[in-house]
């Protein structure tokens, strides 16, 4: 990009990327590591929906553009969360079906562990309507059986040279792993008290979730 237009395009992005990030810092005040983490991830997927022309790539496409591609949405939400205070990374990958991926990988102090949340996957289709898919919030990339389609041979990370120095992945008492039944669309999901939230179900039924 000619000089020329970087500077316009951060004239451009700053402020938003000031306002954006200071609305979640106080959206977020005084919430628990995992309810930042989904607050922050539904602040993003309200912004933008993914890019299917494939063109898109950067945090600023999330802000200025309401459309992006893996990397735009997970970039964002690193960002933001390091903004905040935690320990944000990202994972990729090359072989998940011969095609590359990125998703976050998030250090959550007060349980002493790394989980791995997918914001691109999180914001998903059904029935041509637009869902929150919670599958991909605080999943497991090496659970082969519970996440087949978010399965990967070897991820890489630079969690390879952090403390604690890998994911666990023998953790199977995350958010996800509670809603694994695709037949419950969750459509909705309201921000109520400090780390509570409401989950509205696509056959009208709640749900309170407290993390």
């Known amino acids: 990009m000619p000089l020329d237009e970087y500077r316009k395009m951060l004239e451009t992005f700053l402020p938003e990327w000031i306002r954006f990030s200071a609305d979640i810092q106080q959206k977020t005040a005084g919430c628990s590591t995992l309810a930042a983490a989904l607050i922050t991830a539904l602040e993003i997927n309200k912004r933008c929906r993914y ?3 494939y063109s898109h790539n950067a945090i600023r496409n999330v802000l200025h ?3 992006a591609l893996c990397w735009g949405f997970t ?5 933001v969360m390091r903004q905040l205070g935690y320990r944000a ?3 990729f990958t090359w072989d998940l079906g011969g095609e590359e991926h990125a998703w976050s990988a998030l250090f959550i102090p007060e ?3 790394w989980c791995e949340i997918d914001v691109t996957w999180m914001n998903n289709t059904h029935k041509d309507k637009r869902f929150i898919d919670l599958c991909f919030f605080d999943c497991a990339s090496g659970d082969k059986e519970g996440f087949p389609q978010h399965y990967a041979e ?3 990370s630079v969690l390879l040279v952090t403390d604690p120095p890998v994911i666990d992945l023998s953790y199977s008492k995350g958010i ?3 809603y694994l039944d695709h037949s419950r669309v969750v459509t909705e999901i309201t921000h109520l008290l400090s780390d509570q939230f409401r989950l509205t179900f696509d056959d009208g039924s709640e749900e309170i979730l407290q993390l």
């Open 89 to 91: 990374e990202p994972v």
């Open 75 to 79: 970039g964002c939400f690193n960002a």
């Open 111 to 113: 349980q002493n562990r």
């Open 51 to 53: 890019d299917y022309t």
């Open 65 to 67: 553009d309401g459309i």
């Open 176 to 178: 996800g792993y509670q």
């Open 154 to 156: 070897k991820p890489e």
